[in-house]
């Protein structure tokens, strides 16, 4: 089940940086023809990161303390105090936009040019900012790896 969750987390993050993707391009193309799709898009994303948020607080709150242990003895302690610390008080932000994003685009995007603006950047900081996110999470798994190729070295020489 750890992993499961652990492969579900990311998952769902780049899913909801995929939709955020496809609202800033269908809204960039903002018609009465595509509103719906808009809509639907933007609530995707809030579904995602919510679904990602939920899975990763599970698994950092179940599983994430021996991982924490190994990252802070390796080689790469700032895989940690760095990366993770940053993730811990940023990870909301993305999480916050996800879900005004369906809000933000009930207006007629088409016909109102600072609400179509405002989508834009919402979805745009959505998607930076997952992706700043997403690459952080391959920094902490990075720190366990080198950990654990650290200990797993220093049993087998003599």
């Known amino acids: 089940m750890n992993d499961l969750i652990l492969f579900a987390h990311p998952t769902f993050g780049v899913l909801g940086i995929l939709a955020a993707v496809w609202v800033f391009v269908e809204t960039l193309n903002a018609g009465a023809d595509n509103a719906r ?3 639907i898009a933007a609530l995707a994303v809030a579904v995602f990161m919510l679904l990602s ?3 990763a607080g599970y698994w950092y709150v179940n599983f994430y303390s021996p991982d924490k242990a ?3 003895k390796g080689p790469w302690p700032w895989a940690h105090k760095i990366f993770m610390e940053t993730k811990e008080h940023l990870f909301f932000i993305p ?3 996800a879900f005004y994003l369906p809000f933000a685009t009930r207006e007629r995007l088409f016909a ?3 609400a179509r603006t405002m989508v834009l950047s919402v979805a745009a900081m959505i998607a930076a900012s997952g992706f700043a996110i997403e690459g952080a999470g391959a920094v902490i798994n990075y ?3 080198v950990s654990l190729l650290q200990s797993a070295t220093q049993r087998t020489q003599p």
């Open 112 to 114: 109102n040019k600072v």
């Open 143 to 145: 720190g366990v790896k």
């Open 53 to 55: 948020w939920v899975l």
């Open 95 to 97: 999480l916050l936009l």
């Open 70 to 72: 190994l990252i802070l």
């Open 37 to 39: 799709r808009i809509r």
